[in-house]
C-alpha cells in the first residue's frame, strides 16, 4: 500500500507499507453445548515500511501507526469485496 507523511522539514514523502490483515472470527452465540464465543475484529499489523525513518528523518509516531493500519484494514475490505487478495 503506498502512503505518504510529512518529514521533519514539512516535504511530503511518499513510501510503501507492507501488512498482514486478520479478517477476525464471527461470533458465536450459541453452540450444542451451550457455549458461545465473542468473535475479534479484524486487525492490521504493519510488517514493514520501506526507509520510513531514513526518509521522515523520525520515528512513526503512535497516532501515525494507527493510521496506516486503519487504511490497512479499508484497503483489505475493499480488496475481499472486489475478490483481490494480492496485499
Request: no cysteine; proline share 5%; net charge negative.
Amino acid at each position: 500500500m503506498d502512503w505518504s507523511l510529512e518529514n521533519k522539514d514539512g516535504v511530503e514523502v511518499d513510501f510503501e507499507v507492507e501488512y498482514d490483515v486478520d479478517p477476525g472470527e464471527k461470533m458465536i452465540r450459541y453452540t450444542r453445548n451451550g457455549d458461545g464465543y465473542p468473535g475479534s475484529p479484524p486487525s492490521a499489523e504493519i510488517t514493514n515500511i520501506k526507509d520510513i525513518e531514513e526518509q521522515l528523518g523520525r520515528e512513526l509516531t503512535d497516532a501515525e501507526v494507527e493510521s496506516i493500519e486503519e487504511a490497512a484494514l479499508e484497503e483489505a475490505g475493499e480488496r475481499a469485496i472486489s475478490g483481490r487478495d494480492d496485499y
